[in-house]
């Protein structure tokens, strides 16, 4: 081998070493842009939530507290009645959505495993729901509910849910139904073989099958129904759940809070001690269930 051919070669790999380089530096930042975006809000929440009012003011306190306190989170949970609220919000956002991926999963089933008569338009128009506006259909839904008598119950939730027609249902019976049109065939041909019908073939074969995509369903059906203001705030008046309480929080501390209590700094305080309480269950519930979470994704092929 010539020299020339040695040199022009380690000058080869050299130029690979150092693109792979500027590259990892590339990904390094972008990584680290992306992490300052997603966590210096819940670091900038995290730090006056838990900071004495005087020192939101105070120029020496940029990030760090000089003491940290409690009272914050304790006022604000007294003050909005955070048990009341848990309450609330589990009988009507967490049954709405253990409903929701229950129902989708059956939708889904059917659209992907049964050939009837306008399957392909039925399943457009939930294509439909995914991209429609819920403001569309939410004055005549305010109204049909008015008739019915369900406004200010947890039945306006429960009964979209069972009907297919929930926060993102069309979303949850897309995933679904993309699951269930993956799984091979031959699954179900054994159960029939097995004298098993339609209706048990699904319960016992298919359903297990599912477990990685109906987790993925249910976090986000949580996530969705606890974050929810816009349904809650029209078809709830007497009824709150943390999200709309956290919503009106600012004006109620405005109106409720006596004299210098109601300063600024006092209320950004218990508006971000607000928020802690509002999102500490969700993240609990992450934290519990990751393991899972991330697999079943991996499962699913949602990454791809």
Known sequence: MSKDLIITQQNTINKQAAIKKAW???????????????IYPLLYTLSVAFRPPAQLNDPVVV????????????????FIEFPKLIVNTI?????????????????AYGFARFRFKERSFLFALVIVTIVLPPQIVSI?????????????????????????????????????RQFFVNMPADLEDAAYIDGCGPFKTFLKIMLPNAMGAVTIVFLFSIVWYWNDTFYSGM??????????????????????????????????????????????????????LQKYFTESIVRTGLVG
Do not use: H
């Open 24 to 38: 990892s530096i590339i990904r390094a930042f972008i990584f680290i842009e992306i992490s300052f975006v997603l």
């Open 63 to 78: 990030w760090i507290p000089k003491n940290l306190t409690l009272s914050n989170i304790t006022e604000v949970w007294d």
């Open 91 to 107: 009988t009507i956002d967490v049954v709405s959505a253990i409903l929701q991926t229950a129902i989708c999963c059956i939708i």
């Open 140 to 176: 005549a839904n305010f109204i049909q509910y008015k008739t019915m008598g369900i406004l200010d119950t947890p039945l306006a939730f429960y009964l979209p849910a069972i009907t297919g027609n929930g926060i993102r249902s069309g979303l949850f019976i897309f995933i679904y």
């Open 235 to 288: 078809y709830l008046q007497d009824l709150q759940t943390i999200s709309t309480a956290l919503e009106t929080l600012k004006s109620n501390l405005s109106v409720m809070l006596p004299g210098i209590q109601a300063d600024q700094f006092t209320i950004s305080c218990y508006m971000q001690a607000g928020v802690i309480l509002t999102i500490a269950p969700v993240l609990i519930l992450y934290i519990a």
